[in-house]
């Protein structure tokens, strides 16, 4: 699910982005975001926003939102969807976030961390730009505890990457990110045999 793509093949990932993932956008995703983004204030990074999946849980009071992403042509769809009406969409890296330290009151990482190319760098840049009393919000797709399905996804990764722009089956991003945060709640779920992991996170100060 990576918005690191280039030439021709990002323009086709960007086109059937949306069509491919919506029967389970509809009926697992978009519900589960609703729950973990609930009460979600302030200014907001929407980090590797794609498409804009998380912008109707922006249409509320007292969210100022960015939009930023890699792909330009995953922009322009998100734009499509009214991204500019509500918020400033920008095109940049999540290992080399352009704003400065403490920046925005949440953060939303949702599908995204399991392409970028260094996972500990931008994990490390969230925290940065994150302000002291800030939140993160995480949906990732993560390794398996079960030992037979890590098998499967560490078999299918090198595949998966090559026909998903760059995205790892097999990152244990719920354990990463307790290196730089301090988890205040989290959930699995199992979607597709896959297991996603949601959590809210504060600062280590």
Same mark, same amino acid.
């Given at each position: 699910m990576n918005?690191?793509?280039?030439?021709?093949? /990002?323009?086709? %990932?960007?086109?059937?982005?949306?069509?491919?993932?919506?029967?389970?956008?509809?009926?697992? %995703? &978009?519900p589960l975001r609703s729950r973990l983004l609930a009460g979600i204030s302030g200014t907001?990074?929407? !980090?590797?926003?794609?498409?804009? &999946?998380?912008l109707p849980f922006y249409d509320r009071p007292g969210i100022t939102p960015v939009f930023l992403d890699r792909s330009l042509p995953m922009l322009k769809k998100g734009l499509a969807k009214g991204m500019k009406t509500c918020g400033h969409p920008v095109a940049?890296?999540?290992?080399?976030?352009? %704003?400065?330290?403490e920046s925005f009151d949440s953060i939303v990482s949702s599908l995204v961390l399991c392409s970028v190319?260094?996972?500990f760098a931008s994990l490390s840049e969230i925290n940065r730009i994150l302000k002291k009393d800030g939140t993160l919000f995480l949906m990732e797709h993560v390794l398996s505890l079960?030992?037979?399905i890590a098998a499967l996804q560490r078999f299918a990764t090198p595949l998966w990457k090559t026909v998903a722009g760059g995205c790892?089956?097999?990152?244990?991003?719920?354990?990463?990110?307790?290196? !730089? %945060?301090? /988890? /205040? &709640?989290?959930?699995?779920e199992?979607?597709?045999?896959?297991?996603f992991h949601f959590g809210r996170y504060t600062k280590r100060l």
């Open positions: 918005r690191g793509l280039s030439g021709w093949y /990002e323009r086709i %990932f960007a086109a059937f982005y949306d069509p491919l993932l919506k029967n389970v956008e509809n009926q697992s %995703f &978009s907001v990074l929407d !980090l590797g926003a794609g498409t804009g &999946s998380n940049g890296s999540a290992t080399a976030l352009p %704003f400065p330290d190319e260094d996972l079960s030992p037979q790892h089956l097999d990152r244990a991003t719920d354990t990463v990110v307790r290196t !730089l %945060f301090i /988890e /205040e &709640s989290s959930w699995q199992t979607i597709g045999g896959l297991p």
